[in-house]
Antibody, heavy 118, light 110 residues
Framework: EVQLVESGGGLVQPGGSLRLSCAAS????????MNWVRQAPGKGLEWVSY????????YYAESVKGRFTISRDNAKNSLYLQMNSLRDEDTAMYYC???????????WGQGTLVTVSS | QSMLTQPPSASGTPGQRVTISCSGG????????VHWYQQLPGTAPKLLMY???QRPSGVPDRFSGSKSGTSASLAISGLQSEDEADYYC???????????FGGGTKVTVL
């Protein structure tokens, strides 16, 4: 059974940092691209970042470029999101999602909540 | 363009057909696959349709998708109470090098 389990969320002050993790199981992690997608409370979905299976190609949303860094460790079946210089508007549930055909995402984790507040 | 355009709400009675539209541009829907996600209250999104009309395994054939030019649509036939959810369209944008989501459509079963 495919499982994605996010962790690392919490309360952080503006300007602070957090590192999110996504533990993958039930599939060959190294064969799939991955994404981070976030959802602010009561709002819609916002794509954050994308990484190919070999980490050769990485993309970021303009809203996080220069502040967030996506990475993965295929030996550990894990995806990461390093978030620096956090702002109030980064407050959201953060989901990791597996890449599927045509840039869709077929499996999603349950999410980890990041709250940026003083 | 930072977001695809969806109506904020749609509704129908059980058994009816409901259609949700998604409008974009030449660099996203006009060029790339369109996908639809269903998000039930308090849960993670679920892939409902990929490449505008392909259903993942387990998705009922009551759900269908179409695309024309820079717009796409999701249709729910035989509406059921368990279809009450938020629905999001998405597509990769070649100009932004990123994925765009629509603002979401809340479907209510009356």
């Amino acid at each position: 059974e495919v499982q994605l389990v996010e962790s690392g969320g919490g309360l952080v002050q503006p300007g602070g940092s957090l590192r999110l993790s996504c533990a993958a199981s039930g599939f060959t992690f190294s064969d799939y691209s991955m994404n981070w997608v976030r959802q602010a409370p009561g709002k819609g979905l916002e794509w954050v970042s994308y990484i190919t299976s070999s980490s050769s190609t990485i993309y970021y949303a303009e809203s996080v470029k220069g502040r967030f860094t996506i990475s993965r460790d295929n030996a550990k079946n894990s995806l990461y999101l390093q978030m620096n210089s956090l702002r109030d508007e980064d407050t959201a549930m953060y989901y990791c999602a597996r890449g599927y055909y045509y840039d869709s995402s077929d499996y999603w984790g349950q999410g980890t909540l990041v709250t940026v507040s003083s | 363009q930072s977001m695809l355009t969806q109506p904020p709400s749609a509704s129908g009675t059980p058994g009816q057909r409901v259609t949700i539209s998604c409008s974009g541009g030449s660099s996203n829907i006009g060029t790339n696959g369109v996908h639809w996600y269903q998000q039930l209250p308090g849960t993670a999104p679920k892939l409902l349709m990929y490449n505008y009309n392909q259903r993942p395994s387990g998705v009922p054939d009551r759900f269908s998708g179409s695309k024309s030019g820079t717009s796409a649509s999701l249709a729910i036939s035989g509406l059921q109470s368990e279809d009450e959810a938020d629905y999001y369209c998405a597509a990769w944008d070649d100009s932004l090098n990123g994925r765009l989501f629509g603002g979401g459509t809340k479907v209510t079963v009356l």
